[in-house]
Every structure is written in structure tokens, then in C-alpha cells.
């Protein structure tokens, strides 16, 4: 497994707070992903990173931020929470399996905005 | 929007049934996978299928794509209570982005 782990892992916090979400990895992967999971939506992809400050917005981006200053670590940012942010988010990372990318995923942090 | 939609939303069968669940999608793909997840746990990966594929295994588990008809379809042989989960498909299109589908939960009863 790439050594993947995500802090904290449960976290309630007030609405208009700052929260940051951290992703970490020990395996040098270049790709971070961070998703949200909702009843009956599934997974989608709040934002995504191909590298050091390389990154990108996913479908539901609005309202958060990324930061990748060292490989090994993909902070995602909520500016000012909202109890529409009240989710589990999952970090996964993207490594060359030799014939395909694999993804794995982290444990999840589950966010309550109250 | 590149997303999945797996059909059924849910499904029940006994132990020892085979369990089939199907993912159908717009876009073209380079690859669709299948993960699982158990309740209140992350998701892991099943099986990959690229799209010059047309069936793989693995274990119990046989992936279908038909590029076509932009379906694939997971089969489980002879479930057990432990396959009772959800199943997701995922596509990833020709940049590095990996969207999924709404999922499909399965209950197996012992």
C-alpha cells in the first residue's frame, strides 16, 4: 500500500470556521486526489494534484482550497465552513502500477459543520 | 459530466447467488475500475479494466466492458455475507482525474 493517512480523522467545527484537512503519503506519488462522499451522491472530486503546486479544480470545488508545498502532503482548506460542508472526505493517491494508474484511498475524515 | 450511474441502486440475494451489478456512462474512458466499500470504511480498490478490454477476473469477481455500448457490468460468484457493501465504478477519461458513480448496495443474507 502507498502509506497514505489523513488527519484528523473525525472533526466538528462552527459554521464560518477555517478547517483544513490533511492528506498524507510516504511514497513519493505524484497524483493527490481529495473527494467528498454524501448519501446519494456518491464520491465526487472537490480537487486534484498532478505535483508540487500543481493543481487543479474538480466538480464541486467551490468553497475550498488545496495546497501542495512537499509531495508527500495535499492540505484541503475549507475558508469558511458551511453546514453544506458537513461531509466525509477521502484523500487517495495515484501510483503507476506498471500497466495502469491505481488508486488508494485514505480512511476518511468525517466533518461535521454545526 | 463523465460520471457513472450503476444500476440497480440495491440489491439483495441469499449466500452462494451470484451478484451482478452494471455501470453505464457518456464519455470515452481510458480505464473503468470497481471499488468497494464496507460501511463507515474507505473505499478499496477491485478490479480494472482498460478500454481495449473486454472482460478480466479476479477471484470471484469478473468485469465486463462494452465500449459500444459504454456499459460494464461487475459479477460476483457464489457471494458470501462479507461481499455485503457498496460497489462503485469509477472512470478515469484521458486526464488523471478518476469521477464515480452513485454506487450499488449490496446486501448478501446468510
Known amino acids: 500500500d502507498a502509506g497514505i493517512t489523513q488527519s484528523p480523522r473525525h472533526k466538528v467545527t462552527e459554521t464560518g470556521t477555517p478547517v483544513t484537512l490533511r492528506c498524507h503519503q510516504t511514497?513519493?506519488?505524484?497524483?493527490m486526489y481529495w473527494y467528498r462522499q454524501d448519501p446519494g451522491h456518491g464520491l465526487r472530486l472537490i480537487h486534484y494534484?498532478?505535483?508540487?503546486?500543481?493543481?487543479d479544480k474538480g466538480e464541486v470545488s467551490d468553497g475550498y482550497s488545496v495546497s501542495r508545498s512537499k509531495t508527500e502532503d495535499f492540505l484541503l482548506t475549507l475558508e469558511s465552513a458551511t453546514s453544506s460542508q458537513t461531509s466525509v472526505y477521502f484523500c487517495?493517491?495515484?501510483?503507476?502500477?506498471?500497466?495502469?494508474?491505481?488508486?488508494?484511498f485514505g480512511s476518511g475524515t468525517r466533518l461535521t459543520v454545526v | 459530466s463523465q460520471q457513472g450511474e450503476e444500476d440497480p441502486q440495491a440489491l439483495s440475494i441469499q449466500e452462494g447467488e451470484n451478484a451482478t451489478m452494471n455501470c453505464s456512462y457518456k464519455?470515452?474512458?481510458?480505464?473503468l475500475q470497481w471499488y468497494r466499500q464496507n460501511s463507515g470504511r474507505g473505499l478499496v480498490h477491485l478490479i480494472l479494466?482498460?478500454?481495449?478490454?473486454r472482460e478480466k477476473h479476479s477471484g470471484r469477481l469478473r468485469v465486463t466492458l462494452d465500449t459500444s455500448k459504454k456499459s460494464s457490468s461487475l459479477l460476483i460468484t457464489a457471494s458470501r455475507a462479507a461481499d455485503t457493501a457498496s460497489y462503485f465504478c469509477?472512470?478515469?477519461?484521458?486526464?488523471?482525474?478518476?469521477?464515480f458513480g452513485k454506487g450499488t448496495l449490496l446486501t448478501v443474507n446468510p
Open positions: 487517495a493517491i495515484s501510483e503507476w502500477t506498471g500497466i495502469n494508474y491505481g488508486y488508494t
Open positions: 469509477a472512470l478515469r477519461g484521458s486526464n488523471y482525474k478518476l469521477t
Open positions: 479494466i482498460r478500454s481495449n478490454e
Open positions: 494534484s498532478y505535483g508540487v503546486k500543481d493543481t
Open positions: 511514497e513519493n506519488h505524484r497524483y
Open positions: 464519455t470515452s474512458i481510458n480505464n
